[in-house]
Nanobody, 115 residues
Framework: VQLVESGGGLVPPGGSLRVSCAASGFSFSNYFMRWYRQAPGKERELVATITSGEPNTYVSGFVKGRFTISRDNVKNTVYLQMNSLKPEDTAVYYC?????????WGQGTQVTVSS
């Protein structure tokens, strides 16, 4: 199982960014995918989830209306579209999948929101 995030960077407050996670080594379409984030000195927190099959999506309250999770089962990739970014969104963003009770993580991608 391999998860590789990309697309992070520096963006001004109010800006947008899309991060991606390319998955390999498992049947991607059959599994839920999640985005987490971890800010310096804070615990990792769940940002968004997308189910398998006919996907349903869930986002945490602190990003609701601003972030959208989506997936492409042909490209084996999950995305997180982030709009109206705030300085408090600054964190390392990780994608995650739980397979047979084991959590798999990517290496993370840094998102910094600053003027």
């Amino acid at each position: 199982v391999q998860l590789v995030e990309s697309g992070g960077g520096l963006v001004p407050p109010g800006g947008s960014l899309r991060v991606s996670c390319a998955a390999s080594g498992f049947s991607f379409s059959n599994y839920f995918m999640r985005w987490y984030r971890q800010a310096p000195g804070k615990e990792r927190e769940l940002v968004a989830t997308i189910t398998s099959g006919e996907p349903n999506t869930y986002v945490s309250g602190f990003v609701k209306g601003r972030f959208t999770i989506s997936r492409d089962n042909v490209k084996n990739t999950v995305y997180l579209q982030m709009n109206s970014l705030k300085p408090e969104d600054t964190a390392v963003y990780y994608c995650n999948s739980r397979i047979a009770g084991v959590d798999y993580w990517g290496q993370g991608t840094q998102v910094t929101v600053s003027s």
